[in-house]
């Protein structure tokens, strides 16, 4: 066993809407077989278990491993090309780029990248967005592998309007999607997540054949990913795409694409009816705030998903977004609702730390095991400790109390402050 030693900052509890800050100082974590087994303070855990390793954490604050809901794996190397709206941005930055991971050098490479920008940030289960090409895909999952994180991810699927490299017909998705899942889904600390890219791009048909692939039988079933209500000039589009459906969540719910084991990306521009069917089917959103600013998409109308009882979950949406940190999502989530005054919601730091890392592993059906530091969870955690001589160092030592300091953390806090990385126990990064 080994025992972790600091102060250690988790939300396992929310009173009402608020997050409740868990902050333990000189306490320690006992760790067998990647498990926490016992939690106490470090006296305590000394005299329990005086034979066994200590790694001690004197500096920083230990966090629970930061959970995106929302990444694009082959967009690592686009990441902040501004002054666009999504369907431009799409043409002229994302969509060409993608094209690239055609050629299994590229992917390889690009593969590297992500999931190396991912465990910089101190992310340590990411819902992710894939690649076009099965090979492409096959590569994430093979490194994905390699890397020891927690992915879920899957063939991203078109038939329509992107460049003509990037589609496939409804039959070779499901074949190729069905290949991929039978060799990856629940293997280790990875999972299938069917995932058309948006309405947009595909026809009737093709959500037909991801529906089929979403609900054939599987121990542990399959999930789903998808974008939604992310701009204006889309949401017209798919208005005239599809005159049959209500709305754009319709053009997903009528395929039976929702339910529990969804994550819907974005839903800046929800109508009002769409949000209690989002609650009932229990379907999550993932809110991606430096993306949604960078786009212009909108600012989240976070108070009307909580008011209808939609979860809400944070996503970096690299390469819309801006960069891979979570810390920064967070704050621009706060930014967000700042600026909405009295339509927005008062985040506190505790808040912003539940959407980081509970919320995320109760949007990603994965709170029974990550999400907090709890005993019975699975070792997976972030140890901020701030690098000397840089912002986060020069203000967190003048912390008025534990929420102060975590408000630091996510306005200051950044990939040169995550000193260390686990999953399950082992060092990642
Ligand atoms: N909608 C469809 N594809 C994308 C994408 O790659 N990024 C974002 N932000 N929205 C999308
Ligand atoms: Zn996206």
Request: hydrophobic share 40%.
């Amino acid at each position: 066993m080994t025992i972790y030693r600091g102060t250690v900052f988790d939300t396992p509890e929310v009173e009402g809407h608020v997050a409740q800050l868990r902050a333990d100082h000189d306490a320690a974590l006992v760790v067998r077989e990647g498990v926490i087994v016992d939690r106490t303070d470090f006296g305590s855990a000394r005299e329990r278990y005086p034979q066994d390793d200590v790694v001690d954490l004197g500096e920083g604050i230990l966090l629970p491993g930061l959970i995106d809901t929302h990444v694009h794996f082959p967009q690592a190397r686009i990441i902040g090309g501004l002054g666009m709206p999504l369907l431009q941005w799409l043409d002229e930055c994302a969509l060409p780029e993608e094209v690239r991971l055609g050629e299994r050098g590229y992917a390889q490479a690009v593969a590297d990248d992500f999931l190396g920008g991912l465990i910089s940030a101190g992310t340590t289960t990411a819902l992710v967005f894939g690649s076009h090409f099965p090979q492409a895909m096959e590569t994430l999952f093979a490194a994905a592998e390699k890397s020891g994180l927690r992915i879920t991810s899957g063939l991203t699927v078109s038939d329509r309007i992107l460049p003509e490299q990037l589609l496939l017909g409804p039959e070779e998705a499901l074949a190729e999607g069905r290949r991929l899942a039978e060799t990856w889904h629940g293997r280790g600390r990875l999972r299938y997540a069917v995932t058309p890219r948006f309405s947009l791009s595909a026809s009737d048909e093709l959500l037909a054949s991801c529906a089929e692939l979403l609900t054939a039988e599987y121990a542990d079933p399959l999930w789903f990913t998808t974008h939604i209500n992310e701009n204006p000039a889309e949401i017209d589009e798919i208005g005239r795409l599809f005159p049959e459906s209500t709305d754009y969540l319709d053009t997903y719910a009528n395929h039976g694409l929702l339910s529990e084991r969804s994550v819907f990306a974005h839903n800046v521009h929800p109508t009002p009816s769409e949000l209690p069917r989002l609650a009932e089917a229990g379907s999550a959103v993932a809110h991606c705030p430096t993306s949604n600013a960078a786009l212009g998409s909108g600012l989240f109308p976070f108070r009307e998903h909580r008011e209808a009882g939609v979860q809400v979950a944070l996503g970096s949406d690299v390469g819309a977004g801006t960069g891979f940190s979570l810390l920064k999502e967070g704050l621009q989530c706060y930014f967000g609702q700042q600026l909405r005054g009295a339509a927005g919601v008062a985040l506190t730091p505790a808040d912003l730390l539940r959407l980081a890392t509970s919320a995320g592993a109760a949007a990603l059906g994965l709170q029974d095991r990550v999400g907090d530091l709890s005993v019975g969870k699975e070792f997976d955690a972030v140890w901020v400790s701030p690098s000397p001589g840089g912002a986060l160092d020069g203000v967190l030592p003048y912390a008025r109390d534990d929420d102060d300091a975590l408000a630091k953390v996510f306005a200051l806090g950044g990939p040169a402050d995550i000193a260390r990385v686990w999953v399950g126990g082992d060092v990642v990064g």
